[in-house]
């Protein structure tokens, strides 16, 4: 069976892109910033520069939190993960449609 693709190709009709990332507030588009520091002589991943709902952030926290193995909190509209995770949970952001900043 053809995919709604294939039929707005019959039709002459471009299909319509989906925007995927997500918005702040303003509705201007989230740009991230993620770094590391060490507490108590441990690294924690901070994430910041959300527009966001505390309800968002907690089920935000809750997917990087399963996807890591690592604990982690919301404060003041940050993202704070135990341990260096850089890399990993920019991965699992920019899956859910955040985009960081250069």
């Known amino acids: 069976m053809p995919g709604l693709e294939d039929l707005a190709s ?6 319509q ?11 201007s588009a989230i740009r ?9 002589g441990k690294p924690v991943t901070i994430v910041w520069g959300f527009q966001s709902r505390p309800r968002e ?10 996807k890591l193995g690592a604990g982690g909190q919301v404060v003041d509209n940050t993202l704070e993960l135990q341990g260096d995770h850089v890399q990993r949970v920019r ?6 449609g955040y985009v960081f900043a250069k």
């Not at 892109?17 to 509705?27: A, E, F």
């Not at 952030?57 to 399963?66: N, P, Q, T």
């Not at 991965?91 to 859910?96: A, F, G, I, Q, T």
Request: glycine share 12%; aromatic share 2%.
């Open 57 to 66: 952030l907690d089920g935000l926290l809750g997917l990087c939190k399963k």
């Open 17 to 27: 892109k989906k925007d995927n990332q997500q918005k702040g507030y303003d509705g």
């Open 10 to 15: 019959l039709l002459g009709m471009e299909p």
């Open 91 to 96: 991965e699992v952001l920019v899956n859910e």
């Open 32 to 40: 991230l910033k993620v770094r590391v520091e060490k507490r108590r």
